[in-house]
Structure formats: structure tokens, C-alpha cells
């Protein structure tokens, strides 16, 4: 570091309660009341937050449409010596939300940057959820599209540790249909919707069970929502079949798209095309 450096500011990333208002750290408040501004998501989000909190730090919205045009500023103000801190609408910054052009320019900048970490509600999922937790994928939003979201649901069939994903109520219907569609029925998965707040609520089940359980209560279908998924069962693709479309697909992924190549192997071997396209994908890019 030389000595310019040594007196920039830091950039604090700033983990904010995602119902619970009690989840807020003791740490975090403190930053926000120390730091010079607070790059926010939403300043409305943000000024209610404050206010409960007996804050006036200044906020500014830094968001996915203007974060680039705002970057600039905000790095000139750290390298002024005035420490800020980024908060997203709740949770931790970054997880679904914008902030990534801000960190990894004051990174480039030389500038300090420094977690204060705290809710997450794909952590929160997780822990509650009852799935394999030791090794898992963080997806979240899918397509709003049924093509693309189909097509990253297959890209994903075979992964074998868990997924976790966000989505919104008004798709939380046809997101689940799909799953069941691309995973199984009977692959295991549970909601976790309103993590924290009044009407939170954890369902556990199969696939097929947990669409029919949001199907037939409307409250089901409102609020916040993770679903997380288990993993794909190790021999998803028979024992004595495995080696075989192991080889073939490494074969057809160098010549042919992965869905192509999936269809094509499947048919040879007798196979579900849905069974050999995560692991076609997975071929085409594990591919030198």
C-alpha cells in the first residue's frame, strides 16, 4: 500500500436484517451511523431503515440501471478519505443484488474493502431446510421465461449437491411445475417463504407434493421466496450406462451443442435425454 492509499476510506458491505428487524447487528448500525454515505439500493427502503434506527447518514441510490454511472463518484469520495458503507434492500449486498461494479472497482482502486455480515436468506434456507448442506449451488432468479428457465433447470438436473434458488410469488406456480417437469416429482426440495417476518413458513417435500401444497393455499403464493432443492441422486445415470455416456458425450460435446448432443447420446443408449444433459454440460465445460 503506498502512502495515497493509506488514507482512503473504506467501503463497508453491510448485511441488513431481511425481515426480523432484531437481526441487525450491533456492528452494522454502528456503521452506518459512522460512514460518510450509504450507497443504497433503494434510498425509500433505505430512509425507513434509518429512521427506525435514529440514523442520518446520507444515502445515495446505487442500483442495477445506474451502478456503472455511480461507481466513479463513489470511488473518488473513498480515495478522498471518507469511508462508505452498501447495503441492498435486505440481507447481504450482492446475493441477487447490484454492488459487484462497486467492490471490484475499490479493490482495483487499492481501497479497503470490509464485510459486516449478517442475515442471508439463501443461508437461512439452507440451515433450515433439511437438504445436504456440506457442498451447494447458489442459482438465484431463473429465467421469468419458460424456454430459458427450462433450459438452465436441465443445465442443472444433475448437479448432485443442492440448489438453492429465489423467486417471486407471481412464478412461484410455474417454477415449481418445472422443477417437477426437469427434476422429478419425487426429487426432494423445500419453500422457505417469509424467512423472519410474521407469516414465515418452511415446507418440506417432494417436488410434486410441495406444487400441490402452493396450489391449494393462496397464501402460499405471497411473500418472499427461496426454494432449495436437493441434489441429484449419485446414479442418476445407471452404473453399467455411466462409463458409456461418459465417453460418448466427451465425443459429441467437442463437435455439437450440449442439447444435441444430449438427445443424440440418449437415443444410442436408451437413455433419458433430461439424465445426460447436466452431465453433457457439465463435459462441455470441464472441456480444455
Keep these: 500500500m503506498n502512502e495515497a492509499q493509506s488514507h482512503f476510506g473504506v467501503l463497508y458491505v453491510v448485511a441488513t436484517a431481511i425481515g426480523d428487524d432484531e437481526d441487525l447487528s450491533a456492528r452494522a448500525k454502528a456503521t452506518l451511523q459512522a460512514v460518510s454515505l450509504i450507497a443504497a439500493e433503494d434510498t425509500r427502503d433505505a430512509g425507513r431503515l434509518l429512521r427506525e434506527l435514529g440514523i442520518s447518514t446520507p444515502t445515495m441510490a446505487v442500483h442495477e440501471h445506474n451502478e456503472a454511472d ?29 454492488g459487484y461494479r462497486l467492490v471490484a472497482a475499490a479493490h482495483e482502486a487499492g481501497i479497503r474493502v470490509s464485510p459486516v455480515p449478517g442475515a442471508c436468506a439463501a443461508i437461512a434456507a439452507l440451515s433450515a431446510a433439511g437438504l445436504a448442506s456440506d457442498r451447494f449451488h447458489f442459482e438465484g432468479f431463473l429465467s421469468a421465461k419458460a424456454g430459458p428457465r427450462e433450459a438452465r433447470l436441465n443445465a442443472l438436473a444433475q448437479t448432485p449437491h443442492s440448489l438453492i ?10 417454477t415449481l411445475t418445472a422443477m417437477g417437469q426437469v427434476f422429478g416429482a419425487a426429487r426432494l426440495a423445500t419453500l422457505a417463504r417469509e424467512l423472519t417476518k410474521t407469516f414465515e413458513t418452511m415446507k418440506r417435500a417432494p417436488l410434486a407434493e410441495l406444487l400441490a401444497w402452493v396450489e391449494a393455499d393462496s397464501n402460499q403464493q405471497r411473500g418472499e421466496m427461496v426454494i ?22 466427451t465425443i459429441l460435446v467437442r463437435e455439437l451443442p450440449v442439447k ?9 443408449l436408451g437413455l433419458r435425454k433430461n439424465a445426460l444433459y ?3 454440460q457439465q463435459l462441455r465445460e470441464a472441456a480444455p
Excluded at 85 to 90: F, G, K, R, T, V
Excluded at 234 to 240: G, N
Excluded at 260 to 268: R, V
Aim: charged residues 20%.
Design 278 to 280: 447436466g452431465l453433457a
Design 165 to 174: 434458488f429465489y423467486e417471486a410469488p407471481h412464478r412461484i406456480i410455474d
Design 70 to 98: 455511480r461507481v466513479p463518484v463513489l470511488i473518488e469520495r473513498l480515495q478522498a478519505g471518507e469511508s462508505l458503507a452498501l447495503i441492498s434492500d435486505a440481507g447481504t449486498p450482492l446475493i441477487s443484488d447490484p
Design 260 to 268: 444435441q448432443a444430449a438427445s443424440i447420446a440418449a437415443e444410442a
Design 228 to 249: 432449495v432443492v436437493a441434489g441429484a441422486p449419485a446414479l442418476a445415470v445407471a452404473d453399467e450406462h455411466r462409463i458409456s455416456a461418459e465417453a460418448l458425450l
